[in-house]
C-alpha cells in the first residue's frame, strides 16, 4: 500500500491563482480531511469528507473547495489563492470516522506571492 | 466547544532525562477521543496513541508511557530516557463523540540534546 499521496510537493502561486492539491489513498478508507499547519497554530482541520460524496466544513474552510467522487481520492482547490494560504496542507485518511487513528500525508508546502 | 491545550511550546532536554509533555482539553462530551501525533524534523505525521474517554488505564509502550485523567482534563505524555531521535513536535489532539472533527493543540517541540 502507497498509504495516503499528495502532490504536489511543493508550489508556489501568484496572488489570485487557483490550483487543486491532489490527495489520494489506498486503504479503502472512508474518512478524509484536509489540514494547515501554520507556525504556532498547530493543524486546523479545512474539510473533511465521511464518505464518497459527502463532504463538510471544518475550522477554516473560506477559500477552500474540495469534492469527494471516488473513495480514494479527496483533491483541495484554492480558488483564488490569498498570501493568507501560504502554508503546509496535509491530507489525511481513517477508516471510518476520526475515532480512529488518521494516516496522512507528506504534505504540501504552498507559497503565495 | 472544544479545545486543547498544550502550553509548553519549547522543551529542551539533556539525552537521557524523563520529559512529560502537557495536554489540557476541554469537551461537554461524555464520549471523546484522545490522540498524540510526533512530527519529526522530516515533517510527516506519525500516530503514537489513540485513548477513549471510557478507558482510563495508563498505557506504557516502552520508553513512552501516557496519563489520562478525566479528573483534571489532562492526557499527559511522558518520554523515559529521552534521546536524540525522539526531538519531535508532538501534538495532541482530541475528537468528541457527536462530531467528525479532530481538534489540535498547537504542539510542544522537543529539543534532546546529546
Known amino acids: 500500500n502507497a498509504g495516503v499521496t499528495q502532490t504536489p510537493k511543493f508550489q508556489v502561486l501568484k496572488t489570485g491563482q487557483s490550483m487543486t492539491l491532489q490527495c489520494a489513498q489506498d486503504?479503502?478508507?472512508?474518512?478524509m480531511s484536509w489540514y494547515r499547519q501554520d507556525p504556532g497554530m498547530g493543524l486546523r482541520l479545512i474539510h473533511y469528507?465521511?464518505?464518497?460524496?459527502?463532504?463538510d466544513q471544518g475550522e477554516v474552510p473560506n477559500g477552500y473547495n474540495v469534492s469527494r467522487s471516488t473513495t480514494e481520492d479527496f483533491p483541495l482547490r484554492l480558488l483564488s489563492a490569498a498570501p493568507s494560504q501560504t502554508s503546509v496542507y496535509f491530507c489525511?485518511?481513517?477508516?471510518?470516522?476520526?475515532?480512529?487513528?488518521?494516516?496522512f500525508g507528506p504534505g504540501t508546502r504552498l507559497t503565495v506571492t | 466547544a472544544q479545545k486543547v491545550t498544550q502550553a509548553q511550546t519549547e522543551i529542551s532536554v539533556v539525552e537521557k532525562e524523563d520529559v512529560t509533555l502537557d495536554c489540557v482539553y476541554e469537551?461537554?462530551?461524555?464520549?471523546?477521543?484522545l490522540f498524540w501525533y510526533k512530527q519529526p524534523p522530516s515533517g510527516e505525521l506519525v500516530f503514537l496513541i489513540r485513548?477513549?474517554?471510557?478507558?482510563?488505564q495508563n498505557e506504557i509502550s516502552g520508553r513512552y508511557s501516557w496519563n489520562f485523567q478525566k479528573s483534571t482534563s489532562s492526557f499527559n505524555f511522558t518520554i523515559t530516557a529521552s534521546q536524540v531521535v525522539d526531538s519531535a513536535v508532538y501534538f495532541c489532539?482530541?475528537?468528541?463523540?457527536?462530531?467528525?472533527?479532530?481538534?489540535f493543540g498547537t504542539g510542544t517541540l522537543l529539543a534532546v540534546q546529546p
Open positions: 489525511a485518511s481513517s477508516l471510518k470516522s476520526t475515532s480512529y487513528e488518521q494516516y
Open positions: 486503504m479503502n478508507h472512508e474518512y
Open positions: 469528507s465521511v464518505g464518497a460524496g459527502i463532504t
Open positions: 469537551t461537554r462530551d461524555t464520549t471523546y477521543y
Open positions: 485513548r477513549n474517554s471510557f478507558d482510563e
Open positions: 489532539a482530541l475528537r468528541g463523540g457527536a462530531t467528525n472533527k479532530l481538534i
